[in-house]
Structures are given as C-alpha cells and as structure tokens.
C-alpha cells in the first residue's frame, strides 16, 4: 500500500464525514489504472488486439487485399520458399498460400478457443455459485462429477469424444468446453464458500433478502475479477488443446485449416526441408497464448489489493 | 491415520466407478455400436450379425450391459450339465430371439482383467496394453522426475534472490513455457538437436534393429533426453512457479525469523527451515500432475514415434479399435486416482499440523 491510499484509508477511519473531499475510487477502477500502467500486459494486449482483427477479418484480407483462396492447390508451385512470388509466407506441399491459410486458421483456432471459453465460464460461474451456496448433497453430486472428469486425462476425453462424434469446427467449441468447465467450477465454488460466509452476506440473509437475491445481487459481482482472469486463461488453453486435438488429426478436419492442423505434416518437413511451413503456425500459437496469459496475470495482479504497483 | 487413509480409499471407490460409466457410456453410443464396428467389412452374415449382438448383449438395457463389461456375464448365464449350452442364466435371457440356447457368457469383466477383444488385431486387450505401458511408465516418471526436481529447485532459487535478475528471468521463462504448444516445441527440438546439428536421435525409443526389444535404459539415454524435457515443460513451470509461491510465504513466518535470530547461517534457514515447509502444499500435485502426463504423453509418444500406450491409444481412435481405447482411458484414470490419494496420503504425513479424527 503507498503512502497516499495509506493516508486515505486513514482519514477515512477517523472522519467518515468527508468522503466526498476524497477522490474515491472503487476496486474496478483502481485495478484498470494499475493494468494501463503495467507495461508488460498492455504491450501483450496489442499484440493480442492485432492478432484477434487479423483473424476476425482474415477472409476479407485474403480475398481482397491477398486475392488468393486458402484451399486452391496449385501443384506448380510447391513448397515455394517465404518471400517467393506471389506467395509472401511461401507454399505448403500442395501449393496452396501459406499466409491466407494462416489468417484462415487463426479465425477458427482463436474463435474455437474464445467462445468455448465463454461457454466453459459460463457453466461453471453457474454450477460453481449454486454448488458452493447449498453445498450438502448437490456439491457432493457435483464433486463426484468433476473429480471423476478430472481423473480421466482430458486430450484422452477429447480424442475419443472427437473420434466418435467427428465434430465440425462449431461443435467442436462444444467438445473443447466440456473439458475446462470443471476446474472454472471447482474456482467459483471454493471462492463462493468463502464469500458465504462473510459478515455483509449474513446481514443480507438477516434483511430477508431471498436466495437468488444474495446469489446473484451480492455474491456473484465478487466474482468478477476471478471470472476475467480464468478467461484468459481459458481461451488459452482452449486453444492448445485444439491445437493438440487438430495436430493429431482428430479435432477440425482439413481442408479447413487450424494452426494446429497445419503442423500436422511437420514430422515430414522437418526432414524436407519446409521450416517455413513450421515456424509461422506453431509461432502463432504460441504467441496469442502467450499474451493470453500474460494478461490473465496482469488482471489478476491489477485486482489484487495486496499488490504494490 | 489408518482412519484417515481407509477414508480416502473408500472415497476413490465411486471415482473409479465414474470413470468406467464415463468410457462405457462414450463407448456404447457410438454411432452403430460396438456390432457395427466389429461387422464392418468383416463379410457377416445377418443372421451371424445377430448372433454376435446377442453374444454381446446390445439389445440388453445398458445397466445390464455395463454391468456385463465391468463384472463380465460367466456368473449371468452359465452352463451346468456340459454340453456348451446355457441352463441357467440371472437378470439376462437364456435364449436366442427364435428360442435357440445361447452359449454361456464367457467374459471376465474388467474388474477381473479381462478388457474383452481388440477389434483390430484380434488379440486379448490387456496383454497389448501391458506390453506397452513400460515405455510408458519411463517416459512418464523420468518426466514427473525431471519436472520436479528442476522445478522446485528453480522455485527455490527464485524466492531467495527474490526479485533479482534469476527471478525474472525464471518467471518469465515459466510463462512462456506455459503457453508453448508441446507438439510444437517437439518439432522445434527435433530441428534443432536431431536435424541441424544432429546430436540427439530422431524418434524412437532405441536404435531400431531386428530385435523389437530394447536394452537396459542406461544404454540408451540420448534417446529419452527429447521428449522427457517436452514433457516435462509444463511441470517445470508449474512446479517452479508454485514453489517459489509457497517460498516466499513461508519466509514470511515467525519460525524464519527466530531461525535467523538465533544466528542460524542461511543455507541452513533456507532449506531447512524455509524449502522443507514450503514442499508440504507441493505434495498436493501429485495427482493433477500424472493426469497431465498421461494426455501429453499421447503427443510427445507420437511425435517421438515411442512406443507406448499414448501412441496405441492415438492408433486405436484412429482404427475405431474401442476396446484398447477404453482399456487406457481406465487405466490412466486408475493411475491418477492413485496419485490424487497418494498425494492426500503424502500431505496427511508430512503435514504434522494436519489431524486424523
């Protein structure tokens, strides 16, 4: 704590009258200011920004500004090198543009991971709030869900679940949630425990307010900065394990590109001499999550009233 | 304690059972079933189509046939006088749809060993499972080894010189390997260390000859150096990370303080007041940590082309071969059901503030 919200806290113990003299500012809108400050999260949230827009808007870029399509082969001009004609990141072994099936791929890697995360937050700020209130049998239910989940290692879930349902890339969001929604549970319910138990809860409880009302009105807005950085910690490992699934052939199916799927033939350029087809995909993953959990960190220090910056 | 340890034995009971309902329940509705995946291309005829459902079971409710493939159906229908013919049978039907006897149930269960057929290679699952977890089991413990040894030493060294140059470097580092596709850092160590400068072999467990076996694993550690390290990443990070964590809280006790009070030198305070306390809440890891090595193993096994259960099971979804995919998934959940209570077992042992009533 520095001195001046030292001093703060401090006038504000002794006079409770002359809050309004002081510029106030609530946990929100401190944490926001320690995040523009930290240099770190806000250089890997352009990065990030960047990235996103580049995959939101890769079909536009590739079609009008590249005019190449990201499926067409061309058996002329394979495994052209970065830098050859026409072809900026080269081609791959069937000819096809290199730089249009990455833009390609990251809409679908980024957007698989993005909106499966939503869907795992989701389900498990829900199942976590209404586990963690009622505990007894519905927590010990959920528990015995979760724990028999996490025992079972999750890519072994996801290949049989993918090699079973042979998911398309939108219902693969679907199979990729299903994995990550238990430790989001696990977090919501231990947070939402210890919340239960406050003093300001108890007098909400005394006040008559209803069980949905102490919930959703005063306990789940707590939990809004745990929801922020499990996010983006989420959406990057949503996006490794489809990555991982995609790698093995068993996640989106090509000719739809992932940057998981276009690694997949790696082994063989490794040997073939094709680092160009290597580099840029596996860079791609590992940059956007990357930023992801630089941020889900910055976050998580920004609301962390114990932390100096 | 011996309360304590039966308590949590009792309670990894319904987990187990939750994770063979799970894999049957993935299994049986799979589109056609386990029929249509043993009928195709194999020349059936209808009739013999519905002789192998009924030996199988599949018009039974499912509890029954779960029950079947856990606890096998040689005690649900059974033969006493010895002319291969059921007489007697409990729960399940003693005859075909036309009224012909059925032969007795003949399966195990998995309970017992038996993990039924592989559909592919016509061969009893469990031996095929066996013959592959040792590769398995020294990939993955020299992993869990070498990630934690590393990582709790980087933890260590990072809380002492605490907001030091080792310290951001490190912290840095255990980001980026956080978020670094392992298959990708395989093939990027792959490139570097087997292609370029040729120093580490390409794959494989050992040099490939005509004897499938391999010799002793001191002969051939340039072959295990790869893809332990791949595997091994996310530990270290994670491990690192968490014991630099439970360092500098523990350095924040009163028992430091009075350690150095009392004139202690401060390799002494650091380990042995500071690291050994600050190991008690890693011990909780132990369980998470094999359930990681199980999934990661299924992509550094195939890359690395080694050969363990990883590499069958990406084999197996791929030839639809449900049996010895069904078979590793209750293995590894077995193993990491052992590891959760190993660790809870661990943490109740060395945690002397910990009580068994």
Redesign the interface.
């Known amino acids: 704590m520095d001195s001046t919200s030292r001093a703060t806290s401090i006038t504000q113990l002794g006079d409770p009258g002359s809050e309004e003299a002081i510029v106030s500012k609530s946990l929100f809108q401190r944490a926001m200011h320690r995040l523009l400050r930290d240099r770190l999260t806000m250089i890997a949230a352009v990065i990030l920004l960047i990235l996103s827009m580049l995959a939101l808007f890769g079909p536009q870029i590739t079609q009008y500004v590249l005019r190449i399509d990201p499926n067409t082969t061309d058996a002329l001009n394979r495994m052209q090198g970065i830098g050859s004609p026409g072809h900026i990141l080269g081609t791959d072994d069937l000819g096809r543009d290199q730089l249009a099936r990455l833009l390609h791929a990251g809409r679908v890697s980024l957007g698989i991971g993005f909106f499966g995360a939503i869907i795992s937050i989701s389900v498990g700020l829900t199942l976590g709030v209404i586990t963690g209130f009622f505990g007894g049998i519905i927590d010990d239910i959920m528990n015995w869900v979760i724990t028999t989940l996490d025992s079972i290692p999750s890519l072994y879930l996801l290949i049989m679940i993918a090699a079973i349902f042979r998911p398309t890339a939108e219902s693969l969001i679907f199979v990729i949630a299903l994995i990550s929604w238990t430790g989001v549970t696990r977090l919501i319910r231990g947070q939402t425990l210890q919340i239960r138990n406050l003093d300001y809860v108890l007098s909400a409880r005394a006040l008559g307010a209803s069980v949905w009302r102490i919930m959703f009105v005063h306990i789940a807005p707590n939990l809004i900065s745990i929801t922020v950085i499990v996010l983006m910690r989420s959406i990057g490992g949503l996006m490794l394990a489809e990555a991982g699934l995609s790698f093995l052939g068993f996640g989106v199916q090509i000719p739809q590109a992932t940057w998981g799927n276009m690694l997949t033939d790696a082994q063989e350029y490794v040997r073939a001499g094709g680092i160009h087809l290597i580099l840029p995909p596996g860079f791609c993953i590992w940059i956007t999550v990357l930023c992801l959990y630089v941020i889900g960190d910055g976050v998580r220090d920004a609301f962390d009233p114990t932390s100096n910056k | 304690m011996y309360k304590y340890v039966l308590r949590r034995v009792i309670q990894a009971i319904?987990?187990f059972f939750?994770?063979t309902l799970?894999?049957y329940a993935?299994m049986a509705?799979?589109?056609g079933g386990p029929v249509a995946a043993l009928a195709f291309g194999a020349n059936l005829k209808p009739s013999e189509v519905e002789a192998l459902k009924i030996q199988l079971g599949v018009n039974d409710p499912w509890p029954i046939q779960y029950l079947r493939w856990l606890v096998g159906d040689d005690w649900l229908r059974w033969d006493t006088d010895g002319d291969k013919l059921a007489d007697r049978s409990v729960l399940i039907g003693i005859t075909g749809p036309n009224g012909e006897p059925l032969p007795p149930g003949d399966r195990r269960g998995i309970l017992r060993g038996d993990f039924g057929i592989s559909f592919v290679r016509s061969r009893a699952v469990l031996p095929i499972i066996l013959e592959r977890l040792p590769a398995s089991i020294e990939l993955g413990v020299s992993s869990l080894v070498v990630g934690a040894s590393i990582g709790i030493l980087v933890g260590v060294i990072a809380a002492v010189y605490h907001d030091r140059w080792f310290d951001h470097i490190t912290r840095v580092l255990a980001?980026?390997f956080?978020?670094?596709?392992?298959?990708?850092l395989a093939?990027?160590l792959?490139?570097i260390f087997?292609?370029q400068l040729q120093i580490l072999p390409?794959g494989d467990r050992c040099r490939v000859t005509m004897d499938p076996s391999c010799p002793p694993i001191f002969q051939r550690l340039e072959y295990l150096i790869l893809p332990t390290f791949v595997l091994a990443t996310g530990g270290i990070s994670a491990y690192s990370r968490f014991m630099r964590a439970s360092m500098l809280e523990v350095v924040s006790q009163d028992y430091m303080r009075t350690a150095r009070a009392k004139g202690l030198n401060s390799r002494t305070v650091w380990l042995r007041h500071g690291a050994r306390n600050a190991l008690i809440p890693i011990a909780t890891f132990l369980g998470?940590a094999i359930?990681?090595i199980?999934?990661?193993a299924?992509?550094t096994e195939?890359?690395f082309n080694w050969p363990g259960v990883g590499r069958t099971?990406?084999a197996a979804?791929?030839s639809?071969d449900y049996p010895i995919?069904m078979a590793?998934?209750v293995f590894?959940?077995i193993s990491?059901?052992l590891g959760?209570l190993l660790s809870d077992i661990l943490y109740g042992i060395i945690d002397p503030r910990i009580r068994f009533d």
């Open positions: 319904p987990i939750g994770i799970l894999s993935l509705n799979t589109p980001v980026v956080d978020a670094v596709p392992i298959f990708f093939i990027l792959l490139l087997g292609a390409l998470p359930a990681g199980w999934g990661g299924v992509i195939t890359i099971v990406v979804v791929t639809r995919v590793a998934t590894a959940g990491t059901i959760y």
